[in-house]
């Protein structure tokens, strides 16, 4: 059985940086408009934060993949199990991510969104782990570098449980 073990990342230093994030983007998309996509299951608690803060013509739409199922570790094949919504062609697209690790998911997401002509993308995280790394990645906004850790918090889960935490925590057995 799972369980936090330590806190690695607290809420108020979450809170800080999503504010700190969000005016970055602003500050880089002033003028445009821009459509925010969220990465289900795990972005969804950032994105709902990070949106608030941002104060321009913003929209919002999600994917669903999956590369874990119900693991602890990647399998290394990617299911986009919800695609988007609406047309991104011609338009600003910024990616929003709880964590990057490995970076094979996201690879392919990027380079699936690419092929779909956006006017510009970008891609934000909440949470880094580049010593896991396995592809290149051209990251834009990274809230925190954390070490390789299985976390939980702010909408990310180990097995579905844990989204609910208001911190970033270490789970062990």
């Given at each position: 059985?799972?369980?936090?073990?330590?806190?690695?990342?607290?809420?108020?230093?979450?809170?800080?940086?999503?504010?700190?994030?969000?005016?970055?983007?602003?500050?880089?998309?002033?003028g445009?408009?821009?459509?925010?996509?969220?990465?289900?299951?795990?972005?969804?608690?950032?994105?709902?934060?990070?949106?608030r803060?941002?104060?321009?013509?913003?929209?919002?739409?999600?994917?669903?993949?999956?590369?874990?199922?119900?693991?602890?570790?990647?399998?290394?094949?990617?299911?986009?199990?919800?695609?988007?919504?609406?047309?991104?062609?011609?338009?600003?697209?910024?990616?929003?991510?709880?964590?990057?690790?490995?970076?094979?998911?996201?690879?392919?997401?990027?380079?699936?969104?690419?092929?779909?002509?956006?006017?510009?993308?970008?891609?934000?995280?909440?949470?880094?782990?580049?010593?896991?790394?396995?592809?290149?990645?051209?990251?834009?906004?990274?809230?925190?570098?954390?070490?390789?850790?299985?976390i939980?918090?702010?909408?990310i889960?180990?097995?579905?449980?844990?989204?609910?935490?208001?911190?970033?925590?270490?789970?062990?057995e």
């Amino acid at each position: 059985m799972y369980k936090v073990t330590d806190i690695l990342i607290s809420k108020e230093d979450i809170d800080k940086k999503v504010y700190e994030i969000a005016k970055k983007i602003e500050s880089d998309y002033k003028g445009e408009e821009l459509l925010l996509i969220g990465v289900l299951k795990g972005a969804f608690v950032f994105i709902s934060d990070l949106i608030r803060h941002i104060d321009l013509d913003v929209s919002l739409d999600f994917m669903a993949v999956s590369s874990y199922g119900m693991a602890t570790k990647t399998s290394g094949t990617v299911k986009i199990l919800k695609d988007l919504d609406v047309d991104i062609e011609n338009k600003n697209i910024l990616i929003v991510e709880d964590i990057i690790d490995t970076g094979l998911t996201l690879k392919y997401l990027s380079d699936n969104l690419k092929s779909r002509n956006p006017k510009s993308m970008k891609i934000c995280t909440l949470l880094d782990k580049p010593e896991r790394r396995e592809c290149h990645l051209d990251i834009d906004y990274v809230g925190f570098e954390i070490p390789d850790k299985f976390i939980v918090g702010y909408g990310i889960d180990c097995g579905e449980k844990f989204r609910n935490l208001p911190y970033i925590g270490v789970v062990g057995e």
